[in-house]
Nanobody
């Protein structure tokens, strides 16, 4: 059974850090593009960061650029999202997704949300 499981969310103070994990079972993440997305209450889901399956190129939304880092651990079949300098506006449910998007750039992947498999999400709350 193909499954993605996110973990690592929680409550953190502004300026703090969290590392989200996206673990795959039933398939190998190596061959898939991976995206991190988030959705805050009352808002649409938005792309946070994506990483390609081919050349490892990455994309970051402007609102997280310089603060978040996406990475893969091939040995653990896991993708991470390191989040530093967190702000209250980063509060949201965070989802990872895997797939073989039809679009060719990582930016387009994050914009179109063109992924076939999605996790259940992990909540991140940034508050003092």
């Amino acid at each position: 059974q193909v499954q993605l499981v996110e973990s690592g969310g929680g409550l953190v103070q502004p300026g703090g850090s969290l590392r989200l994990s996206c673990a795959a079972s039933g398939f190998t993440l190596d061959y898939y593009a991976i995206g991190w997305f988030r959705q805050a209450p009352g808002k649409e889901r938005e792309g946070v960061s994506c990483i390609s399956s081919t050349d490892g190129s990455t994309y970051y939304a402007d609102f997280v650029k310089g603060r978040f880092t996406i990475s893969r651990d091939y040995t653990k079949n896991t993708v991470y999202l390191q989040m530093n300098s967190l702000k209250p506006e980063d509060t949201a449910e965070y989802y990872c997704a895997a797939g073989t998007p039809s679009v060719t750039t990582v930016q387009a992947m994050c914009v179109t949300h063109d992924f076939g498999s999605w996790g259940q999400g992990t909540q991140v709350t940034v508050s003092s």
